[in-house]
């Protein structure tokens, strides 16, 4: 059973730094799409950034772009996302989601209903 788990939420001040983690279980991390997206209240999830576990090329949207950076670690399932520079407008649930690589992840991130797998969500604020 395909499991993720995300970590590293919480309450930062603007300009701070957070990194979140998704940990996956019940498959391994080949030839899968993993992504960071994000809600905020009264709008769509949006993709953040994504990674290809094969080749490790990456997806960032322009508003995180120069600011967070999306990694993976095989050997230990685990993908995560440092976020720097955070802004009051990086508010938003954080989740963590994964789906077969068919496509670059660049096509596929903008798209999160083409995932299938989700976590459950960690909460970032950013706030004074």
């Known amino acids: 059973q395909v499991q993720l788990v995300e970590s590293g939420g919480g309450l930062v001040q603007p300009g701070g730094s957070l990194r979140l983690s998704c940990a996956a279980s019940?498959?391994?991390?080949?030839?899968?799409?993993i992504g960071w997206f994000r809600q905020a209240p009264g709008k769509e999830r949006e993709g953040v950034s994504c990674i290809s576990s094969s080749d490790g090329r990456t997806y960032y949207a322009d508003s995180v772009k120069g600011r967070f950076t999306i990694s993976r670690d095989h050997a230990k399932n685990t993908v995560y996302l440092q976020m720097n520079s955070l802004k009051p407008e990086d508010t938003a649930v954080y989740y963590c989601a994964a789906e077969g690589l068919w496509s670059t992840v660049q096509n596929m991130c903008v798209m999160p209903t083409l995932f299938t797998s989700w976590g459950q969500g960690t909460q970032v604020t950013v706030s004074s």
């Open positions: 019940g498959f391994t991390l080949d030839y899968y799409a």
